[in-house]
């Protein structure tokens, strides 16, 4: 099915529960989504999308299933996301500093404190 190219075709399509939609997204029945939103919308819309998707585990950086790459894939995978690959980056120095925020395993603690308040001013 082509996206409609008009306002017309566009108040013609069915309307989907959001139970169904999910339901059809999980077992990947649908294969593409269109959002209409205003300009000012756009930004706010497209990043509350990206969290429901990575929410709902839709999202992925490899068209791979994990589960079935090889060993050597994984490791490989891995060793692309060390602290020792970043230091081609440009951003390096950037990342060192915040390391902190960024650990290897899950922290049993919170962080240190680095001074930084971000209040809500009424």
Request: aromatic share 8%; glycine share 0%; with cysteine.
């Amino acid at each position: 099915m082509t996206p409609p190219k008009s306002a017309s075709e566009v108040v013609k399509l069915p309307t989907l529960e959001s139970k169904r939609f999910l339901r059809d997204l999980r077992c990947e029945k649908i294969k593409q989504i269109c959002v209409l939103v205003t300009e000012d919308e756009y930004v706010a819309d497209i990043r509350s999308a990206q969290v429901f998707a990575e929410n709902e585990r839709f999202l992925s950086s490899s068209p791979m299933d994990e589960s079935v790459l090889d060993e050597k894939t994984r490791i490989e995978r891995y060793t692309s996301r060390s602290w020792e690959s970043l230091k081609t980056n440009p951003l390096y120095k950037d990342l060192v500093e915040f390391r902190d925020v960024f650990p290897e395993t899950v922290p049993y603690e919170l962080p240190k404190d680095k001074g930084t308040r971000h209040e809500k001013s009424n």
